[in-house]
């Protein structure tokens, strides 16, 4: 028989969130339960981020209630924010000088770093550049995750190659997907391309958090999150309730993309994340016949905005056929090209991410010495 709301609520009302026996329903804190046709069950519990820690056990507990009614085929059940918090002071400054601590309290164990890929808006190239950064991370003899949590428009999935169902070890565990050396995780594997996915706010948290607290990722020393596009409340709860060491923002130099790549600096501040810097992506158009160079979108503007916002720059990637062509076709140019043109720039950018994540000083000059 299919699981009903009020199965689920009348389970959740053995959950108790506080001393004085409040349940669960009546708590004011659970958001709406959505039931799927595979009878997947969905909600979130809201807390204030500075509670998170104590309604763990309380999240684990109602997950597992309704994971043992007759019917229920899997849970996401996940603390969520909805409120952002105050702003938080600003992020200390990130001259690269100082080494950026693996974030504490929900780490995931065994990946050292947690690096979000996001933009501002859609369309920037904010996936291509996260899967070929990667790749780049991983040919430094790295060991490398890529978790897709671009929920709206998953596109990991085709940028690697990849299809098929990933497999479900230990209970509810789920292996990851493996291409080109990388470790990788998205919503695109799990469900139907073609099915139409309402994401409602609490549900985007939900999917996330299971995506990278209930996958088998292993000893990792970087896993890539690709974000979704924007700067909303669902990217704002996202970059507060994941465990990063810190975030890249891509844009393209139009002084529009360059606005909305301010509001992305802005939205990880907010919440203490650091920036780890920003890429120029199709910065310059070159001609695959002649190798002219032509900068459609203008050039250099998000260098100049990097400095401005007091924010490391990463480098420029230019707009090539080849990288357009490569990405679409599941050969990420990195990998398939490893010794061209396009994979240099993507190991040079690699390279200074990680040394800002170590703390090494990035793209800063040699002292000069001067023999008087
Ligand atoms: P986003 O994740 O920001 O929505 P995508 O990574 O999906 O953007 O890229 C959008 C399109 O632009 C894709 O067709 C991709 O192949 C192409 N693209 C991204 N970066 C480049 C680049 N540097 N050169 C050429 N095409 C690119």
Same mark, same amino acid.
């Given at each position: 028989m299919a699981i009903t709301r009020d199965d689920v609520l009348k389970a959740l009302s053995t959950v108790t969130v506080d001393r004085g026996g409040t349940k669960l329903p009546g708590s004011g804190r659970l958001s709406q339960v959505v039931i799927d046709a595979g009878g997947r069950v969905m909600f979130?519990?809201?807390?204030? =981020?500075?509670?998170?820690?104590r309604f763990e056990p309380i999240r684990r507990e109602a997950e597992g209630r309704v994971l043992a009614l007759p019917g229920v085929s899997s849970v996401l059940a996940s603390l969520t924010s909805e409120r952002p918090n105050a702003p938080a002071p600003a992020a200390p400054r990130q001259s690269g000088a100082a080494p950026v601590p693996p974030r504490q309290g929900n780490a995931l164990p065994g990946v050292r770093h947690i690096v979000a890929v996001a933009s501002g808006k859609g369309g920037v190239g904010k996936s291509t550049t996260a899967c070929n950064l990667a790749l780049a991370l991983r040919a430094q003899g790295l060991k490398v995750g890529l978790l897709d949590a671009d929920i709206y428009g998953p596109s990991v999935p085709k940028l690697l190659g990849l299809s098929g169902k990933p497999r479900v070890i230990e209970g509810r565990t789920l292996e990851p997907m493996e291409a080109y050396g990388l470790k990788a995780m998205s919503i695109g594997f799990l469900i139907e391309p073609e099915s139409a996915m309402i994401w409602r706010g609490p549900m985007v948290q939900s999917a996330i958090t299971q995506m990278l607290r209930d996958v088998a990722w292993g000893d990792l020393d970087v896993l890539v999150v690709d974000m979704p596009p924007g700067t909303g409340d669902a990217q704002l709860t996202m970059a507060q309730a994941t465990p990063l060491s810190g975030a890249v923002i891509v844009s393209t130099p139009q002084d529009l993309a360059l606005i909305d790549a301010?509001?992305?600096?802005?939205?990880?501040r907010k919440v203490s994340v650091p920036i780890l810097g920003v890429i120029e992506n199709m910065a310059t158009f070159i001609c695959p016949k002649c190798g002219h160079a032509s900068d459609i979108f203008g050039h250099g503007g998000a260098r100049q905005e990097a400095q401005r916002l007091e924010v490391p720059f990463l480098g420029?990637?230019?707009?090539?056929?080849?990288?357009?062509?490569?990405?679409?076709?599941?050969? =990420?140019?990195?990998?398939?090209? =490893?010794?061209g043109p396009q994979?240099?720039?993507?190991?040079?950018?690699?390279?200074?991410?990680?040394?800002?994540?170590?703390?090494?000083?990035?793209?800063?000059?040699?002292?000069?010495?001067?023999?008087?």
């Open positions: 979130s519990i809201s807390v204030d =981020p500075s509670e998170a820690e301010r509001r992305g600096v802005t939205m990880f420029e990637i230019p707009l090539t056929m080849a990288i357009r062509e490569t990405s679409d076709a599941g050969r =990420p140019v990195v990998a398939t090209d =490893p010794d994979a240099k720039i993507y190991r040079g950018i690699a390279e200074k991410l990680w040394s800002n994540l170590n703390g090494a000083p990035a793209g800063r000059a040699a002292p000069k010495i001067v023999i008087e």
